[in-house]
């Protein structure tokens, strides 16, 4: 069964700590994203990349950064956790054209205590 | 430019009774099409989507949707809902025209509640 595999459900972390959210595919994906997810918000684009080594910022890059160095490894990074951070984080992947829709992990529920 | 609306933010519905989700789009060339669901505490699953052809397209758990050009929509439907549909559901489009961006707009969910 093809996924996508984030590396933690629930993650609770400091103010100030370095964050690292893990995200896994196995469909030999092209392009990998890293959603936000709030109420009332919806889906807020931080980063993608549609290649090893290759990122693009989003809507909400503030505050985060992204390594790709395997394709099928996309890790989101928070520099320096803040409490406005506390959200819901998704990863998905898909074909380069997207054409066959985007595969969802089952996100991790970030708490910046 | 790209965008996907959601007008309801819930939509409520008796368990048996039909249901339809709405959702609205705008797009510069042609739209790729997608309806995606989220239950509690989980990623989002993929339910279908309309890239061409038939304007009536059948996905997952007994779900349609039917593609209105003219209307430029993409409302999900079911003929008769279950309690287990409760749950948060979105709309994405992406534009063919996208500048060689494979990237979905997603709208921002609608919750449907099924009463028993």
């Known amino acids: 069964d093809v996924k996508v595999t984030q590396s933690s459900r629930y993650l609770v972390k400091r103010t100030g700590e370095k964050v690292f959210l893990e995200c896994v595919q196995d469909m030999d994906h092209e392009n990998m994203f890293w959603y936000r997810q709030d109420p009332g918000l919806g889906l807020r684009l931080i980063y993608f990349?549609?290649?090893?080594?290759?990122?693009e910022k989003g809507d909400i890059p503030e505050g985060y950064s992204v390594s790709r160095e395997k394709k099928e490894r996309f890790s989101l990074i928070l520099e320096s956790a803040s409490t406005n951070q506390t959200s819901m984080y998704l990863c998905?992947?898909?074909?380069?054209?997207?054409?066959?829709?985007?595969?969802f992990g089952s996100g991790t529920r970030l708490t910046v205590v | 430019a790209q965008s996907v609306a959601q007008p309801e933010d819930q939509v409520n519905v008796a368990e048996g009774n039909p249901l339809t989700v709405k959702c609205t789009y705008s797009v510069s060339g042609n739209p790729y099409l997608f309806w995606y669901v989220q239950y509690p505490n989980r990623g989002l699953q993929f339910l279908l989507k309309?890239?061409?052809?038939?304007?009536l397209v059948k996905g997952s758990y007994g779900f349609e949707a039917e593609f209105n050009k003219s209307q430029t929509s993409f409302h999900l439907k079911k003929p008769s809902a279950l309690v287990s549909d409760s749950a948060l559901y979105f709309c994405?489009?992406?534009?063919?025209?996208?500048?060689?961006?494979?990237?979905?707009?997603f709208g921002r969910g609608t919750s449907l509640i099924v009463h028993p």
């Open positions: 309309y890239i061409t052809g038939d304007n």
């Open positions: 998905a992947s898909s074909k380069l054209t997207g054409n066959y829709g985007y595969t």
């Open positions: 990349s549609y290649d090893v080594k290759m990122k």
């Open positions: 994405a489009v992406r534009d063919t025209y996208s500048g060689g961006s494979y990237i979905p707009t």
